[in-house]
């Protein structure tokens, strides 16, 4: 958001006179602006000797101020939209495709609760290894406890053998590994570097070879969020909220799918409950809970919210080793 | 007309919503027209299903829902600016008026907001943007609207700190709130904790409050599944009785 005086060169009127008139009411950018009665303000520019001048270059302050919102759209275009664009993307894994419908919505942001060993990461790399093979596309997959495997990803690939693709393998494999990226992320801050750095790379659509980025999972979410909560301050809450709405914009204006982990902490009479607290309940879209039958290959996952489904339904899948 | 900051609204789930909606009316004679929807002349006798009746009242209907997402409180400063010039437009075009205003998630950028410290600015008769200022100017700004375009404002609000319930503003400025006198009067009133945690000036300019949430009330069982049961309770004015109702496909229902 722009000083006033930067506006000058693309609208002149919104020259030094209308600057100094703006001034005098405590208005130098656009942010003030926007925090300030506009009405109020003709009216004090109603009283001033260049008065006409003034109103326009409110007026054109306000249509600058309408380029900055999302543009409005009806009900048919949004629908539109979620048809040609917001397909459901299968996770590899029947048990989970089955309880949501086909897979994971692309421009949803979804979460898997679990606490350890429960079964998340396999779940990350199952669907990863399922979309670079699969779907063809590519995988953003930002890892903040070095639990990335690449031998299980190739394993969950190699799985489901495609005979026609058997002579090729090695060069196969390796396409499909190259629609993986890996990053490595120990703090949230990081975290907003790789996702700032990837809306740019999608905006100015540039393309890794043949494929487009429609996977991006971090793994876990909690990790990063968990350290700066707590204290007096909100500074924690507000990174993590304002976290929450860059993965839920990436996930919208891109058509991505977004997959998230968390884990679990003790709440009341001794059952656990996710973490992050209640800020974090209205942020994603699907939250799904996940636990691992001890000692067998057999997982549990069950809807905790839905936007379509009601919570509660629940399936079961395994993961083979 | 829909400001959606939370952004997590689903289109699809709306449509399957307004095809129950208009499939369950046109089975039979129309018996109560809803204003917001139709502008057609009534057809009463009609009993047999016309689809292509049904699929204009539909994309009507679909079109006549207008919808925009905010990523922060500038943009969403910046929507209600120049949402009475929108509303114009809308008058001019297509001849409709706006009867609704829905802000879903009116604390979606709370500690955002809270959380956002400035360099200090100089003049001393600048605002810095803040909680503070950003509720007040949002509330100068819905004020202003509803003056040149009165119309229901509901905003949506999920409690933070620690409660397990979110709760549902109102605010009436045109039109009389259908009175649930007809309500047997159930239970008493839950008078549940929740923790207020807006500004204010926004506290002060809602006039009507609904707290709805997950009831404790084991599962109840309808005709094909288990559903869970939520409640809904006036806050303001306040009500000694409690509401009760489940969510289905095709929408929302009050239980008895």
């Known amino acids: ?321 | 007309m829909f400001i959606d900051l939370d952004c997590r609204f689903d289109i699809l789930r709306l449509s399957k919503m307004l095809k129950h909606r208009i499939n369950g009316q046109s089975n039979g004679s129309i018996k109560k027209i809803d204003q917001e929807h139709m502008d057609f002349d009534l057809w009463n006798n009609d009993t047999k299903k016309n689809p292509t009746y049904d699929e204009e009242l539909y994309s009507l209907c679909m079109r006549r829902f207008l919808f925009i997402r905010c990523y922060d409180s500038f943009q969403f400063l910046a929507t209600l600016k120049t949402l009475h010039y929108r509303i114009q437009k809308e008058q001019e075009l297509h001849g409709i008026s706006v009867h609704i205003l829905m802000i879903d998630g009116i604390g979606a950028f709370h500690w955002i907001d809270r959380a956002s410290t400035f360099m200090p600015l100089g003049a001393t008769n600048r605002k810095t943007p803040s909680l503070q200022t950003v509720s007040e100017t949002v509330v100068q700004e819905i004020r202003k609207l509803l003056l040149l375009h009165p119309m229901l404002v509901i905003a949506t609000k999920a409690t933070i700190f620690g409660d397990r319930y979110s709760m549902t503003e109102t605010k009436r400025n045109l039109g009389k709130l259908d009175a649930s006198n007809s309500r047997s009067i159930s239970s008493t009133s839950l008078q549940l904790p929740y923790r207020e945690y807006m500004p204010s000036v926004w506290q002060t300019f809602v006039t009507h409050r609904v707290l709805v949430g997950a009831s404790d009330d084991p599962l109840i069982r309808t005709n094909d599944s288990d559903r869970s049961l939520y409640f809904s309770e006036w806050l303001l004015p306040p009500q000694s009785f409690v509401d009760k109702f489940i969510v289905k496909e095709a929408g929302v229902f009050m239980v008895p």
């Open chain 1, 1 to 321: 958001m722009a000083p006033l005086k930067y506006l000058e060169q693309e609208y002149p009127i919104l020259d030094s006179n209308f600057r100094n008139f703006c001034a005098t009411h405590g208005i130098f950018s656009e942010e003030d602006l926007l925090l300030h009665d506009l009405h109020v303000l003709v009216a004090f520019a109603e009283q001033q000797s260049t008065s006409e001048r003034l109103k326009q270059g409110i007026t054109q302050v306000l249509s600058i101020i309408d380029g900055q919102h999302q543009p409005w759209l009806n009900g048919m275009e949004l629908l539109e939209d979620a048809q040609l664009n917001k397909h459901v993307l299968s996770t590899g894994c029947e048990g989970i495709d089955l309880l949501l419908q086909g897979g994971l919505r692309m421009g949803q942001l979804t979460e898997l609760v679990g606490a350890s060993s429960s079964g998340k990461t396999q779940v990350c790399l199952l669907a990863t290894s399922n979309v670079a093979k699969k779907h063809m596309d590519g995988v953003v997959y930002l890892d903040t406890g070095n639990s990335f495997s690449p031998q299980r990803v190739i394993d969950f690939i190699r799985q489901n053998p495609d005979p026609a693709i058997d002579q090729a393998k090695h060069r196969i494999l390796q396409k499909v590994m190259n629609r993986i990226l890996c990053h490595s992320v120990f703090d949230i801050f990081t975290m907003f570097d790789v996702l700032h750095q990837l809306e740019v790379n999608l905006r100015s659509q540039m393309q890794k070879g043949d494929c487009q980025v429609r996977l991006l999972i971090v793994d876990s979410i909690s990790s990063l969020v968990t350290p700066i909560l707590g204290g007096g301050g909100s500074q924690g809450h507000a990174l993590m909220t304002s976290a929450g709405f860059l993965l839920k914009k990436l996930a919208h204006e891109h058509n991505l799918v977004v997959l998230v982990t968390n884990h679990t902490v003790g709440g009341e009479g001794g059952i656990s409950k996710p973490a992050l607290g209640e800020s974090w309940k209205s942020i994603p879209h699907v939250r799904l809970r996940l636990s691992h039958d001890q000692g067998s290959s057999i997982y549990n996952v069950s809807v905790l919210k839905h936007p379509s489904m009601a919570s509660g339904k629940a399936a079961r899948f395994t993961i083979y080793d």
